[in-house]
């Protein structure tokens, strides 16, 4: 039995340390980064990027002042119960993590209908799955605006294979990276349903940086994406360099004999995700 | 490397017309907060009072940006800038009616590109995700209008030695298209230059 309590305080803990805190990954990626980049402006906005993870921990303030919508995947063993309403108590933390910790409120009450502000940043998006491993794991990413508005989603044709992807991922970094805060962390899903291949790009950007794909095909493909991002000369906040992209970060999965769907979520310079095990 | 330049807000467009894109720029004086809301709503003003800017933005600078609320004793929370290109529907009718410049992050369409250029405006890029460093370079905070709009809300931010970079300079000339490939010619140059020997 797994109390909603105890998740909710999961989801708190996260929300109040990964707005201020760049995940530990993505520094030692841009400090690396900074060690090789060979462009003078790109080498000052990389620099500029570690001193704002140096004041946003040391002050206790946020990393960007996009603080996102808050997407809490909840992981459970299969043979775990969780008592009580656990969207109502993961909100409950979504508002008291926002109000406490002086975050912004950046959710509209409805996309169409009715843009005025919720004022606490609920709802959070939520996803729950089951695993065979007992316990739960908390994923929690706070995700901004102008990275998620330069993702894309297409339904390619199977024939369109290995290079169909490519083109579509380098394609939407080339059309979009200016707006997402490079350097960035591109999240790929590929396969899958239309609807669920967005969120395989989406659990993509959970991977650290720096650690390949267990699959070697898709490692490989991974490593030739991110030397093609780079070489396109975009460079760290689309201001020319070396450093366009921390790392690309491939999933897949099963589909249709007829589809090759493909998701693209860009995940920005302050990438902001933690996952915490409960239990 | 030189000194990046220093700016002092408000600044005519005839002193903006010697920058040029990808100089860098500390800016410091008053600019104004403002996202699509605000954006949606100053055009309306504009457009029901004769094309007069309101709150006396006349020559002043946009900041493209919704800052968090005030934090470690300072003016402003963290702020740094949003997608520009949101606010590109709006940007013509703004910068017709006086606005000089603005700061944001991110590629603008075409259309806009020539508006800047036609009325001689400026659009500086600041780094996207530094907000808590940029914050550091806020000296004030002074709401002005439309408190409903929560961070959304036209505020007067008065900066202190702000970088920036030029994006897109008076005469229309456009950074993001030129980072990249400049970038790449100058790589080429230098792989050149060290397979025929250059010691450089």
């Known amino acids: 039995m797994i109390e909603v309590a105890a998740i909710a305080d999961a989801v708190r803990r996260a929300i109040s340390l990964v707005a201020v805190e760049l995940r530990p990954d993505a520094l030692v990626a841009m400090e690396t980064a900074l060690g090789v980049e060979r462009a003078p402006r790109a080498r000052r906005v990389l620099e500029q990027l570690i001193d704002n993870a140096r004041i946003a921990r040391t002050d206790c303030v946020p990393l960007c002042q996009d603080t996102g919508t808050v997407w809490v995947w909840l992981e459970l063993g299969g043979q775990e119960c969780v008592s009580g309403d656990i969207y109502a108590a993961v909100d409950a933390a979504v508002a008291d993590a926002y109000r406490d910790g002086a975050l912004r409120m950046s959710v509209a009450r409805d996309a169409l209908t009715d843009r005025t502000n919720t004022t606490d940043n609920t709802p959070a998006f939520i ?21 998620d508005n330069s993702s894309v989603l297409e339904m390619l044709e199977p ?95 099963p589909c249709h004999i007829a589809s090759l769907p493909v998701a693209v979520n860009m995940g920005c310079c302050a990438v902001r995700s933690v996952s915490i095990d409960v239990v | 490397m030189p000194d990046p330049y220093t700016l002092t807000l408000p600044i005519t467009r005839a002193k903006l017309a010697s920058l040029r894109a990808g100089d860098e720029v500390m800016l410091s004086g008053p600019v104004y907060t403002a996202r699509d809301a605000t954006h949606a709503r100053l055009v309306a003003e504009i457009a029901a009072h004769g094309g007069v800017l309101p709150y006396g933005l006349d020559g002043q600078t946009l900041f493209y940006a919704g800052p968090t609320p005030p934090a ?95 994006a897109i300079d008076s005469c229309g000339n456009d950074l993001y298209a030129q980072a990249a490939s400049e970038w790449r010619r100058a790589l080429a140059a230098f792989d050149t230059a060290q397979q025929n020997g250059d010691p450089r």
């Open chain 1, 159 to 253: 024939a369109a294979g290995m290079e169909g992807v490519r083109e579509l991922v380098l394609r939407t970094v080339s059309a979009k990276a200016t707006g997402a805060c490079p350097p960035l962390v591109v999240g790929v899903g590929v396969g899958a349903t239309f609807d669920k291949v967005a969120l395989l790009a989406k659990k993509a950007l959970l991977r650290p940086i720096g650690e390949p794909s267990a699959n070697a095909s898709v490692a490989a493909f991974e490593r030739e994406l991110l030397d093609a991002i780079n070489a396109s000369g975009i460079g760290p906040a689309g201001m020319g360099g070396d450093t366009t992209a921390l790392a690309v970060n491939v999933l897949s999965a």
């Open chain 1, 127 to 147: 996803d729950i799955t089951f695993r065979p491993r007992s316990g739960a794991t908390v994923h929690v990413m706070l995700k901004g605006g102008g990275s």
């Open chain 2, 72 to 166: 470690a004793m300072r003016p402003a929370g963290s702020v740094g800038p949003t997608t520009a290109k949101r606010m590109d529907a709006w940007t013509p009718p703004l910068l017709l009616a006086g606005i000089v410049a603005a700061i944001g992050k991110g590629v603008r369409s075409e259309s806009v590109r020539e508006a800047f250029a036609s009325t001689g405006s400026v659009y500086f890029a600041a780094v996207g995700g530094s907000a808590a460093l940029l914050a550091t370079r806020v000296s004030a905070s002074t709401p002005v209008a439309y408190p409903d709009l929560g961070t959304e809300a036209l505020v007067r931010l008065d900066l202190v030695d702000f970088p920036v970079v030029v």
